[in-house]
């Protein structure tokens, strides 16, 4: 539900770091007993690799559909057993994609998955806004946020490297979303301002009262006013009506601090918008700043509902 705003020189270093990686994997491939059409597919990887690698959401999803029109023996089947596996299937995962991923995990010196995340800077999970994914350097921990393949690579082996394919993540979306696939599920690369926004709706006549006392859980319910696959997949309605306590802090405020008061604070003290902003509701107003603090869109839409700022 946050947008991940690209990183243009992160994008180009990951493509060119991975791309000879996977490239030597590919040459090194023992190609014996496969049929003419798997070993196509190989050559099609190979040809193709830099613009796998660089394919945004919408052309992951040609790649998706040209593998299975194509190469059906590169599509993998969800919980199917390891010695089920097709060889085509089994090269491309295990000695390929799969392979540089979790090469890429455990390298120390050169680029890997705790560069990337740390160049992306996202401060909170895309998906649902509610934790935080700080990176904390391998030499003194070994923490990072988790990497979730929007595009699952046990299905897709062959996007398992893909830039936009790759969600840093936390634990809980990771896990609530795990393999499951649908073509209806927004990318974080793809989210626009209005796919999730949040209001409230009061269930108690006595909730318009301005009294501290009047306002309890039980008088409104957090809703969003659309809805979308994602919102279905991470259970965010539900995760959300947990984060009552926030609206009512925004509540109080807007009972609390008149229009005057927010003028007074710009015209005696010289506070921007912006400072303003933070200092009032402890939070950030640009659309690009909001993955910078947990429950920064719950804040951001229903301040700007009560009319705060």
Not at 43 to 52: A, R, S, V
Not at 188 to 209: A, C, G, L, M, V
């Amino acid at each position: 539900m946050i947008k991940i705003n690209i990183n243009q020189e992160l994008l180009n270093k990951h493509i060119n770091q991975t791309y000879s990686k996977l490239k030597d994997l590919i040459i090194g491939i023992n190609k014996t007993g496969l049929n003419s059409i798997d070993k196509n597919c190989l050559e099609y990887i190979e040809n193709n690799l830099k613009d796998i690698l660089k394919a945004n959401n919408e052309q992951l999803k040609v790649y998706i559909n040209h593998f299975k029109n194509n190469y059906e023996n590169s599509i993998g089947i969800e919980n199917q057993k390891k010695e089920d596996w097709k060889p085509l299937y089994k090269i491309i995962r295990d000695e390929i994609f799969e392979k540089e991923y979790n090469n890429w995990g455990s390298r120390k010196v050169q680029y890997n998955t705790y560069e990337f995340v740390k160049s992306l800077d996202l401060k909170t999970c895309p998906y649902c806004n509610r934790n935080y994914t700080f990176t904390v350097d391998e030499d003194s921990g070994k923490l990072r946020p988790e990497i979730d393949h929007f595009y699952p690579k046990s299905i897709y082996p062959f996007l398992a490297m893909s830039f936009y394919n790759l969600i840093p993540s936390c634990p809980i979306c990771n896990h609530t979303k795990s393999s499951k696939i649908s073509n209806d599920l927004i990318n974080p690369y793809d989210i626009k301002e209005n796919d999730f926004k949040f209001t409230y709706k009061p269930t108690d006549i006595s909730f318009t009262q301005i009294d501290s006392k009047k306002y309890d859980t039980n008088s409104f319910e957090i809703e969003f006013k659309n809805s979308n696959k994602n919102i279905e997949t991470f259970k965010l309605d539900e995760l959300y009506k947990q984060h009552k306590d926030i609206v009512i802090d925004l509540l109080m405020k807007k009972a609390y601090y008149p229009k005057s008061y927010i003028e007074e604070l710009e015209k005696n003290f010289g506070f921007s918008e912006d400072e303003i902003y933070r200092y009032l509701l402890g939070n950030y107003q640009k659309e690009e700043d909001l993955h910078k603090r947990p429950l920064s869109k719950l804040i951001k839409d229903i301040s700007e509902e009560l009319n705060l700022i």
